[in-house]
């Protein structure tokens, strides 16, 4: 993870401080419109999108992105990319406990 957080520009503090956070995450949904709030001790970061339309976000260090989420066989698959171009996919899911599981990060170039 700390390889992937470098090479999308996270600083190395963010980074070693992002290697002991813990979040919890609160997911609503309401009239089509999702809500996704990660919650630590450090800080509290929201986000609030309809699926498959592109939005400003920011990263958790501040960097201005666009994102999209969009909902792929049980999944989430959350598209971001800088101002730079950069562009990068996590996709995740909600595992039968009702934990968010990471499935992977893909860079694309």
């Not at 992105?65 to 989430?76: A, C, E, L, Q, Y």
Request: glycine share 8%; aromatic share 8%.
């Amino acid at each position: 993870m700390d390889a992937f957080m470098k090479e999308i520009g996270v600083g190395m503090a963010a980074r070693m401080m992002a290697k002991g956070i813990k979040p919890r995450l609160v997911i609503s949904e309401n009239g089509g419109k999702w809500t996704l709030r990660s919650e630590s001790t450090l800080k509290t970061n929201t986000i609030e999108f309809t699926p498959d339309a592109e939005f400003d976000d920011k990263t958790a260090d501040g960097r201005e992105i666009k994102t999209i989420v969009r909902f792929k066989n049980g999944t989430w698959e959350h598209t971001t990319r800088d101002k730079h171009g950069k562009e990068w996919i996590a996709t995740r899911y909600i595992n039968d406990q009702g934990q968010q599981q990471l499935v992977r990060y893909l860079m694309l170039c």
